[in-house]
């Protein structure tokens, strides 16, 4: 057996006396972690939000953490600390048996038929949204995807088409995500707390006449999926269960989705020669793209993932033991903070080659860097709390990218510098000033 080690033996990423790293974190979210890598190793506490949390770097120790196949971590308690109170009942925020059986009476309302669905009225909505950018040549482009992205959510969780309803909902929504943003954890009046739990508790009223409403006639939407799910033994979810799920769903896709999409279009930004191979690849195929006619945008297919190796949404996924256990060499007692380091994990130099260069080849037959290892490549996490989304969210990054690059070239501004902000996910701090020329047909 191989010797093992403390906590008290581990190197320690203290930064600054109080807040330890999270203002350097804030200012440079990718550079602080990678530097902390490098300089402690694949296993090291690092102080941030007040937590000192072990941070495991390593494929092997995240596959441990993600499939924990001994059920001796919590994704509940790892969770909480940053989304409890305005997200509970998600799925994220259930654990074991209780997770399990509601994860299997959600999994229809991600089949192909349901996500072609969702897919049927969300993509016109992105084309006309896409048209007007390159109509305007100018955007700032991180609000207009958070924008759109929020209202087809609501067309594909909802159902919800009329304006005023769409705003209504948009408008609660932005409150609970600042409240779960905000930096003080007690519902203090006039705190973003306090504020995102009133309009929790409104949309949960608007949802819950919804849900009555779809519960008499279904639609194509995933509100009457969830309505009409049943479990091998006939469970079937309550109203209340429903609004929790879909806020949770709507907060899961939501800046994940966002924060790909606006990486994504720096990239190929900054990477004409990209542009143009996306280009003659989706001119090459149909118009509008489906479930299945998706998975022949392979090109694309590359550059989405490049772009979620460099930018994972969730660049650190948290946990919490819940008895004393080993993961890699370390011996961890029982309520123990751990991060699963996404982001260290797709930079990894023991798994890819020139992990900081922009290389969506190394995606492609005969390289196939991101099966060097079993674990190499985890954007979507894996295990019991696999990202339930995965392919609605490409599938959403493939028809913006697949409309975007037959009508526009994209253009940085001369002399731009990226500079990032890490929350809710990696994006640009500026929001992307982007020049859009439309290609001439
Ligand atoms: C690029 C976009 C996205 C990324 C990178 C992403 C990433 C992730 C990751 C890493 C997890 C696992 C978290 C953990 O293990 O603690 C997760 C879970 C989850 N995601 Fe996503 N996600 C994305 C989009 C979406 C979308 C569009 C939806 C739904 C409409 C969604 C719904 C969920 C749900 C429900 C879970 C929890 C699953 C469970 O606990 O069983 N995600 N996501």
Not at 64 to 81: C, H, N, Q, V, Y
Not at 136 to 141: H, K, T
Not at 233 to 258: K, N, Q, R, S, Y
Not at 270 to 290: I, K, N, S, T
Request: hydrophobic share 40%.
């Amino acid at each position: 057996m191989s010797p093992t080690r403390t906590m008290a033996q581990l190197p320690s990423a203290r930064g600054a006396p109080v807040v330890g790293n999270t203002l350097r974190w804030l200012r440079r979210p990718l550079d602080t972690p990678v530097q902390a890598h490098r300089t402690h190793g694949d296993v090291f506490r690092y102080d941030i939000f007040f937590q000192r949390p072990v941070v495991f770097a390593h494929p092997d120790a995240i596959g441990r953490i993600l499939t924990d196949p001994d059920g001796d971590l919590s994704t509940a308690r790892g969770w909480e600390p940053f989304f409890g109170r305005l997200m509970k009942g998600g799925l994220l925020l259930r654990d074991h048996d209780d997770h399990r059986s509601h994860r299997s009476l959600m999994r229809g309302a991600f089949s192909s038929s349901a996500l072609q669905g969702y897919l049927d009225v969300m993509t016109p909505r992105i084309e006309a949204r896409i048209d007007a950018w390159i109509d305007r040549g100018e955007v700032v482009l991180l609000p207009e995807v958070q924008r759109l992205l929020l209202e087809l959510a609501g067309v594909s969780l909802l159902g919800v088409e009329a304006p005023d309803e769409l705003d209504r909902l948009i408008r609660a929504f932005e409150a609970i995500a600042r409240g779960v943003m905000g930096l003080v954890g007690v519902p203090l009046p006039g705190t973003a707390l306090a504020r995102g739990l009133r309009a929790r508790a409104d949309l949960s009223r608007f949802l819950k006449e919804r849900i009555a409403a779809r519960r008499k006639a279904p639609g194509p939407d995933l509100t009457s999926q969830l309505c009409s799910a049943t479990d091998e033994h006939g469970a079937v979810l309550t109203d209340e269960e429903i609004v929790d799920h879909v806020i949770f769903l709507w907060m899961a896709a939501h800046d994940t989705t966002t924060g790909s999409a606006v990486m994504a279009a720096y990239e190929l930004a900054r990477h004409r020669e990209w542009q143009d191979r996306l280009r003659e690849e989706a001119l090459g195929l149909p118009d509008r793209l489906d479930v299945q006619t998706s998975a022949q945008a392979t090109q694309a297919g590359w550059v989405i993932h490049e772009t979620l190796r460099l930018y994972p949404p969730i660049g650190s996924i948290p946990r919490r033991t819940l008895r004393q256990t080993t993961i890699a060499d370390v011996v961890l007692p029982a309520d123990t903070p751990l991060r699963a380091a996404i982001l260290l994990l797709h930079r990894h130099p023991e798994v890819w080659t020139d992990p900081e260069r922009f290389d969506p080849e190394r995606f492609a037959e005969p390289r196939q860097e991101h099966r060097r290892h079993r674990h190499a490549f985890r954007p979507f996490g894996t295990g019991a709390h696999a990202c339930l989304g995965m392919r609605l969210a490409q599938l959403q990054l493939h028809a913006m990218l697949h409309h975007l690059m037959r009508h526009a070239r994209l253009r940085l501004p001369d002399d731009y510098v990226l500079k990032l902000s890490p929350a809710p996910s990696l994006r640009p701090a500026d929001g992307l000033p982007l020049r859009l020329q439309r290609v001439p047909r």
